[in-house]
């Protein structure tokens, strides 16, 4: 009798054992699906090519195909660039950044820039992809500002072969929200992004409405056809390329206005 006993709670406990140790697979598994990537982190070198348009004033690359407005106002300064149409993957790849080098050319300099993505380079199927067509597809070029070309190369240079690799976005501060539309039409145009520097997908909530899904309208802004005039606003946000979500909470007070922007408390790392 004893023996039975003690054969029957042996075996209690394998099977209580292998039960928590399916348990904790099982949670592990569910973790690693559900949790989404923690930050972005730097990408391998690759090679490209570069080039510069406008003058020592960047005043030319205000306003790019991003929504960005003027450059200075919206954080971004002269670092920017420029990407052809292979890299700016219709506009998903708005406030990326980059760090360039020159390389193999005699009109280098050693200086590596970090540059933030708010135009487009469009083709320009008139001009040999080689010569003059520089941004034409498969082609994956920069155009940068004059001021940030001219950190790694002599302008002069006019094109240069450079090195360079997709960086995580330092950004002081949360997210800036730019408000555009009307009471019933909602244009949100997202800036000052770290981490990825990019959206994938977003949301708005009022105080009176559920999440709404937000579609993409072009570059770095997001558009809401409701009602959301008089309400406090928040808004979530996935990266496109970290895939991680996070939620600003009470970005606009309920009398908020076209033409303003937003800053919310939180951002990605």
């Given at each position: 009798m004893a023996s039975l006993f003690h054969h029957r709670w042996s075996l209690t406990i394998i099977l209580i054992v292998a039960a928590v140790t399916l348990a904790l697979i099982d949670r592990a598994k569910g973790a690693a699906y559900s949790t989404p990537a923690s930050g972005?982190?730097?990408t391998p070198w690759k090679l490209a090519h570069a080039t510069f348009y406008g003058d020592e004033t960047a005043s030319a690359t205000m306003g790019g195909a991003c929504g960005y407005g003027n450059?200075?106002?919206s954080g971004y300064g002269t670092d920017t660039a420029a990407l052809s149409s292979v890299l700016y993957s219709n506009g998903y790849a708005c406030g990326q950044c980059y760090q360039i080098k020159c390389a193999e050319s005699k009109f280098c300099y050693t200086t590596i820039v970090t540059v933030t993505a708010t135009n487009l380079c469009p083709p320009n199927w008139s001009q040999d992809s080689n010569n003059g067509g520089w941004c034409n597809p498969p082609r994956t070029h920069f155009d940068m500002a004059k001021p940030a070309f001219m950190k790694i190369a002599q302008w002069k240079?006019?094109?240069v072969p450079v090195s360079y690799r997709r960086v995580p976005c330092v950004r002081k501060?949360?997210?800036k929200f730019?408000?555009?539309g009307n009471g019933y039409w909602l244009l949100v145009y997202v800036m000052n992004v770290g981490g990825g520097g990019d959206i994938a997908s977003m949301w708005v909530k009022g105080t009176k409405t559920n999440w709404l899904s937000m579609s993409h309208n072009w570059g770095a802004s997001y558009q809401a056809f409701a009602t959301l005039s008089g309400q406090a606003l928040s808004f979530k946000l996935t990266s496109y390329t970290s895939h991680e979500?996070?939620?600003a909470t009470n970005v606009a007070?309920?009398?908020w206005q076209v033409g303003m922007t937003y800053q919310a408390n939180v951002n990605f790392k």
């Open positions: 972005f982190q730097a450059l200075f106002n240079a006019g094109i501060g949360g997210i730019s408000f555009q979500t996070i939620i007070p309920s009398n």
